[in-house]
């Protein structure tokens, strides 16, 4: 069974700074592609960085320069440190892999599908 496990959110000052792990079990992790993406409620859900089995990096234009995506293949564990956060970066934070169900849902980000989702964690930035 795949499981993806967030942590490290929770509540920062703007301008401060968050680091968020997720941790993977059930798969070969080295092999897919991985990502991070953000949902406010009531609004269509983010992607905002994604990073291929080489380590190639794609970034969201609204986290470039303040987000870095990395990935430890050994750990099975990806991260995502956010700096210079802003109020607006408030939300649930969710990591994901790019593959799905046969005949699963899935979501597409720069052209990948991403549909195994951790259960996600909050990220709160206050003024």
């Known amino acids: 069974e795949v499981q993806l496990v967030e942590s490290g959110g929770g509540s920062v000052q703007a301008g401060g700074s968050l680091r968020l792990s997720c941790a993977l079990s059930g798969y070969t992790f080295s092999t897919y592609c991985m990502g991070w993406f953000r949902q406010v409620p009531g609004k269509e859900r983010e992607g905002l960085a994604d990073i291929d089995s080489n380590g190639r990096t794609i970034y969201a234009e609204s986290v470039k320069g303040r987000f870095t995506i990395s990935r430890d293949n050994a750990k099975m564990s990806m991260y995502l440190q956010m700096d210079s956060l802003k109020p607006d970066d408030t939300a649930m934070y969710h990591c994901?892999?790019?593959?799905?169900?046969?005949?699963?849902?899935?979501?597409?980000?720069?052209?990948?599908?991403?549909?195994?989702w951790g259960q996600g964690i909050q990220v709160t930035v206050s003024v």
């Open positions: 994901a892999s790019e593959q799905y169900p046969s005949g699963g849902d899935y979501y597409e980000f720069l052209g990948r599908r991403f549909g195994y």
